[in-house]
């Protein structure tokens, strides 16, 4: 029995079949890459909402301490806002305009994800007559207690220097 002889140079069974190894392995690649991007946009989201949230428990840790003690006092902080939130201090989201009762509520706010937090402190602007809104970025932020004379209620002023 003879052995049959292959030329490799004008073989072509593998090269019939190359294309559809590069548009399989091109497919798979691709949904690596979208599982690899929708995993890491995740992960900075959470990232975004932890910074917001410890720089929204600093602001309400010294509102707390300056609402038990009582009109007068005030403070400066600096904070810095991560990118693509926005804090809320003293209103729920889509019902800002039920101030002041709302007063002691507070909100992360990050693409389509709303956080909602209750406070011992009432919130308000720096006009005394609504929310106070913190956009992304750094601010020097000034919190005074202000008694309102018209119901002896103590409210935390939260205003941008």
């Known amino acids: 029995m003879a ?79 991560p990118a693509r939130v926005t804090l809320v201090l003293g209103g729920l989201p889509g019902y800002e305009s039920n101030w002041p009762e709302d007063a002691r509520n507070h909100y992360i706010l990050t693409g389509s994800r709303q956080i909602i937090g209750e406070s011992t402190a009432a919130y308000s602007n720096s006009n005394l007559n609504g929310t106070s809104v913190l956009g992304p970025g750094k601010h020097r932020i000034a919190l005074e207690s202000v008694k309102r004379t018209s119901d002896n209620r103590i409210f935390v002023k939260v205003y941008e220097i």
Request: overall charge negative; charged content about 25%.
């Open 3 to 81: 052995l049959k002889r292959m030329d490799i140079l004008n073989d072509e069974r593998a090269a019939d079949a190359l294309p559809m190894r590069f548009a399989a392995a091109s497919i798979v690649l691709l949904a690596v890459v979208l599982l690899s991007a929708s995993a890491i946009s995740t992960l900075l989201e959470k990232e975004r909402i932890q910074d917001a949230g410890a720089v929204l428990f600093r602001i309400d840790l010294n509102a707390k301490m300056m609402s038990a003690h009582g009109e007068g006092s005030s403070v400066t902080l600096d904070i810095n806002v």
